[in-house]
Nanobody
Framework: HVQLVESGGGSVQAGGSLRLSCAAS????????LAWFRQGPGKEREGVAG???????IYADSVRGRFTASRDSAKNTLSLQMNNLIPEDTAMYYC??????????????????WGQGTQVTVS
């Protein structure tokens, strides 16, 4: 039974930082693309960052240089360090997983496993 559980969301002022974590259980995460998505008020879901097996990482243009995604395959965890946050980063953030490598883009409809989400609010 696959489960992804996010934690670490909260409220922060613009310019601040937050770190999100995703704990994966029920399968061997080392063989999966692990990714972060977000959906802000009135916006479509957006792929934020993905980490392939082996650690290759891709980012959305909107967060590149401010966010850093990383994974610990031994612990089956995925993290997202978010720095220099701006109000446009306000969203529900979701952890997601799919088998294989992330490739060059993150399409939400290709991910079959999702966490429940954690809210990030930047004011």
């Amino acid at each position: 039974h696959v489960q992804l559980v996010e934690s670490g969301g909260g409220s922060v002022q613009a310019g601040g930082s937050l770190r999100l974590s995703c704990a994966a259980s029920g399968y061997t995460a080392s063989r999966y693309c692990l990714a972060w998505f977000r959906q802000g008020p009135g916006k479509e879901r957006e792929g934020v960052a993905g980490v392939s097996p082996g650690g290759v990482t891709i980012y959305a243009d909107s967060v590149r240089g401010r966010f850093t995604a990383s994974r610990d395959s031994a612990k089956n965890t995925l993290s997202l360090q978010m720095n220099n946050l701006i109000p446009e980063d306000t969203a529900m953030y979701y952890c997601a997983a799919r088998p294989g490598y992330c490739g060059g883009d993150l399409r939400g409809d290709t991910f079959g496993r999702w966490g429940q989400g954690t809210q990030v609010t930047v004011s």
